[in-house]
């Protein structure tokens, strides 16, 4: 079987390589190569420029403006999301104590594990219509809500000081499902023993979290790391379709900024992919970040 | 051989695949510097019945916008071309997003040979001109009227029509529509309250207050899109202080949006937004969910193009009759009359430079220019066209009359601004932004003015935007 073995990989290694070459790698070599011209999109002829366009970004508030949105993403969309989460993948799969023994989810958890996996089967652009008349201020539900309550009426995304973080709620929203089922398969595959022993030892519910799930669990959580962290820095559906980066560019993040660069108000494509090649290098580094920073020792189970 | 070393295996395999990848770049940017050639392959004969020599059995694209007018009417027009043609063969597509489906077609030098460039999807002008993109129409202009005898195409269009297109005296862009910008309002509900339109912006106000008094909201306007207010506050400047006030806005002047005429209207605007007249939440509506609010009698002034009929037929109560109106006078010395309103001709169409069929496309817009083309486009989508005198003998909705009402009584004095064609940037970001700021009450009009200035200079300033001149 050892002569084999070769043939085998090529063939099946080779046509992914080829489309992954064809449609991934090359349009990253052309946006570098694009990032140094000063293209306007719609003719053949660009003139080389050098790094101009990356001084033009420097000096750039409007771009310095969304990077600084994108950090605050960068920093909360994963913490909300996992703690978030977390706390739901254990209610489900361990919080219920009816029983005198054994680990079970709270009543209802297969009801709940539905629910919250709904976002998840929207699309976004859904997700960002249907959120928009939940922001309406006047006859949308969050209002209808507080309103019944007595409680004062934001007009939520009509104004800078709430409309990014309401787009920031929805955000977490629609990505906590996902990691509530991520989170809950991986804790299904830890021994059960594990938990009854922290049971008889009569340890409480957060402790068994912090102390049992949450290192079991580091792997996993290190990807979540990584997925919540890539998408905080795009961000761009929700944004465009919910704010359109206002208002006054107070929800704007960095995809949105190239993508009204190059096809919005504007079609300086040059400066565009200069806007593209810096979220590049900035995901790149997110990634390799956070890879570094949740290092821990493995644990072997 | 363990998990981790074929991962590192297949890592390099793809370090050395990316030379090879290498080798495709550049297709972006297409052939690199090959000379503009034209691209026109078509080319017929020119006699007097055919004066701008199309080919007849050149095959013709078409590629329509489809938005709030649908692509029907441009399937008619097509028919039109089609009878005078039948050996042409013609492509027609609609798509709503024009930017997305044509930019890789314009860099390889197969665009089609009409297109609809409009919508949220629309190609910056500025870029498209600056790049030599398109063809120029003056020759359409100069051919004879398909159906108006003794007429050019030329002399058969409203006032305006050419000057909206023209870069630089070139004409380059047909907008086909003709749309007015004014104060819509619900002819029954004023009836209904015994309200009067005001022609002056003190009435403005002490209506303002009685209808506010009444419990509705005085006005709404579309928070998400806040660009739409600053028609009327433009309006108001323009007719106070004259043609003059907008031509420097468009031509970048330093300070044009902080002359006199442009503190006065931001001024009395700005009384709207302090004593409350604007519906409560409109900054967190977008244009839909407040032309919603307003067909549903929860405000009774709202600022929008002839659009707004078409766009709200669904929700609109019967007998609700929407009118346009101009915008109030601001005193007694304004230099244009009450009656002056905005009017511009609107819904770009383009034939790109390298277009085979050149002639072709200026053709079908001599069809779509002729009485019978607007006619029909006009029964269709009740919308106005630029062709003078093509509302004769339709019956028109409410609102469109009362467009067409109002440009009758504007007539000489109807006035424009194009500063949104030459730079699409500054109007759809940067006064937007500040429109935002202003009519949510978070800036003075003197921040408002500032910020629209700031936007301004930095386009005057930046090297890589072509600027125009409007004479």
């Known amino acids: 079987m050892k002569h084999g073995k070769y043939p085998l990989i090529i063939t099946f290694l080779v046509p992914p390589l080829l489309l992954y070459g064809i449609f991934v790698i090359s349009p990253y070599l052309q946006a570098f190569q694009i990032s140094t011209t000063d293209w306007l999109g719609y003719s053949s002829s660009a003139n080389f420029v050098g790094l101009e366009n990356f001084a033009t970004l420097l000096r750039d508030e409007y771009l310095w403006n969304a990077v600084k949105n994108n950090l605050i993403l960068l920093i909360l969309l994963p913490i909300l999301t996992i703690a978030l989460g977390l706390f739901f993948a254990t209610m489900l799969n361990m919080g219920g104590r009816r029983g005198t023994a054994g680990v079970v989810g709270v009543r209802g958890s297969s009801v709940y594990r539905l629910v919250y996996f709904f976002p998840q089967v929207l699309s976004v652009v859904i997700i960002a219509y249907v959120w928009k008349e939940v922001y309406n201020p006047n006859n949308g539900l969050l209002n209808g809500a507080l309103r019944a309550l007595g409680l004062p009426t934001p007009t939520w995304l009509g104004d800078p000081r709430t409309a990014f973080w309401a787009v920031l709620a929805v955000m977490v929203w629609s990505n906590v499902g996902f990691y509530v089922v991520l989170f809950g398969a991986a804790m299904q595959s830890i021994p059960r023993d594990i938990y009854e022993a922290a049971l008889l030892d009569g340890s409480s519910r957060w402790t068994t979290l912090t102390r049992v799930t949450i290192p079991l669990l580091w792997d996993t959580v290190q990807v979540a790391w990584i997925y919540l962290a890539i998408a905080a820095l795009d961000g761009f559906i929700l944004v465009q379709q919910m704010t359109d980066g206002g208002p006054n560019h107070s929800s704007d993040v960095i995809g949105l900024r190239m993508y009204n660069t190059a096809f919005g108000s504007e079609t300086k494509f040059g400066y565009a992919s200069a806007i593209g090649v810096v979220m590049f290098f900035l995901t790149l580094s997110v990634a390799v970040l956070a890879l570094r920073a949740a290092r821990r020792e493995r644990i072997e189970y | ?471």
Request: glycine content about 10%; aromatic content about 10%; some cysteine.
């Open chain 2, 1 to 471: 051989m363990n998990r981790r070393d074929i991962l590192r295996r297949t890592a390099a395999a793809g370090l050395l695949a990316t030379p090879a990848a290498g080798l495709l770049t550049g297709c972006a940017l297409g052939g690199g510097d090959e000379e503009d050639s034209g691209g026109e392959t078509y080319v017929g004969t020119k006699t007097a019945e055919n004066p701008l020599g199309v080919k007849e059995d050149a095959p013709l694209e078409v590629v329509i916008f489809n938005g709030g007018f649908g692509e029907e009417y441009a399937k008619a027009h097509e028919a039109m071309y089609k009878e005078r043609y039948p050996k042409a063969e013609i492509k027609h597509s609609a798509t709503q997003e024009i930017n997305k489906t044509l930019q890789p077609r314009f860099v390889d030098g197969t665009p089609p040979d009409v297109v609809n460039n409009s919508g949220a999807g629309q190609i910056d002008f500025n870029g498209l001109v600056s790049q030599n993109a398109l063809a120029d129409l003056g020759e359409l202009l100069d051919a004879p009227s398909l159906d108006v005898p003794g007429k050019t195409v030329r002399e058969t269009l409203l006032p305006g029509a050419v000057d909206v297109g023209s870069y630089d005296g070139k004409f380059l862009v047909l907008n086909y529509t003709y749309t007015v910008y004014g104060i819509w309002y619900s002819t029954k509900l004023f009836a209904d309250r015994g309200w009067e339109y005001p022609k002056t912006w003190d009435e403005h106000i002490a209506l303002c207050r009685e209808i506010k008094k009444a419990g509705i909201a005085p006005w709404t306007y579309a928070g998400k899109h806040p660009r739409y207010m600053s028609w009327p506050v433009l309006s108001t400047a323009v007719k106070l202080g004259g043609l003059d006030v907008a031509k420097a806005i468009d031509n970048l002047e330093p300070n044009a949006w902080k002359s006199e005429a442009m503190k006065a209207a931001a001024d009395a605007w700005y009384q709207i937004v302090k004593d409350g007249f604007i519906l409560e939440g409109s900054p967190g509506l977008d244009h839909i969910q407040s032309q919603t609010a307003w067909c549903q009698g929860k405000a009774a002034f709202i600022s929008c193009g002839s659009w707004l009929e078409s766009e709200q037929k669904n929700v609109t109560p019967p007998g609700f009759n929407m009118s346009v109106a101009p915008t109030p006078s601001l005193s007694s010395g304004d230099k244009l009359p009450f009656e002056a309103i905005r009017g511009t001709a609107g819904e770009p169409f383009m034939v790109p430079a390298k277009a085979k069929n050149r002639a072709g496309g200026l053709e079908y817009f001599r069809t779509m220019l002729s009485m019978k083309g607007a006619q029909d486009f006009t029964r269709k989508v009740s919308s106005l066209t630029v062709v003078a005198n093509s509302t004769q003998g339709i019956e028109l909705p409410f609102g469109l009359s009362s467009v067409v009402k109002a440009l009758e009584a504007s007539g000489a004095n109807g006035f424009n601004w194009v500063y949104n064609n030459y730079y699409r940037k500054l109007e759809r970001e940067l006064v937007d932004a500040a429109c935002g700021e202003f009519f949510s009450g978070r800036s003075t009009p003197a921040e408002f003015l500032d910020a629209c200035q700031k936007g301004a200079d930095q386009i005057a300033a930046d090297s890589s935007i072509k600027k125009y001149r409007r004479a």
